[in-house]
């Protein structure tokens, strides 16, 4: 099983034939509509605010 979020109906139509065809392949979707107040943030914000930073890089050269 597949859950796929919702935000609009651009990507309900891009999801449907999405899902359609996984269905034919027996792998069932489920779609999960966003609340509205959520619509507009986008999942690779969502996966931004979830990633560690990276550690800052030594300026300084081999030895120090």
Same mark, same amino acid.
């Given at each position: 099983?597949?859950? *796929?979020? %919702? &935000?609009?109906t651009?990507d +309900? *139509?891009?999801?449907?034939? %999405?899902? /359609?065809?996984?269905? #034919? +392949?027996?792998?069932?979707?489920?779609? %999960?509509?966003?609340r509205?107040? +959520? /619509? /507009?943030? #986008? !999942? @690779? /914000?969502? *996966?931004? %605010?979830? @990633? $560690?930073? !990276?550690?800052? &890089? #030594? #300026? !300084?050269? $081999?030895?120090?």
């Amino acid at each position: 099983m597949i859950v *796929r979020g %919702l &935000r609009n109906t651009t990507d +309900l *139509r891009a999801e449907y034939k %999405l899902a /359609a065809m996984k269905q #034919s +392949l027996g792998v069932a979707t489920v779609f %999960l509509p966003a609340r509205p107040d +959520l /619509a /507009a943030v #986008s !999942s @690779t /914000a969502v *996966r931004a %605010l979830g @990633t $560690p930073p !990276s550690p800052p &890089r #030594s #300026s !300084s050269g $081999p030895g120090g």
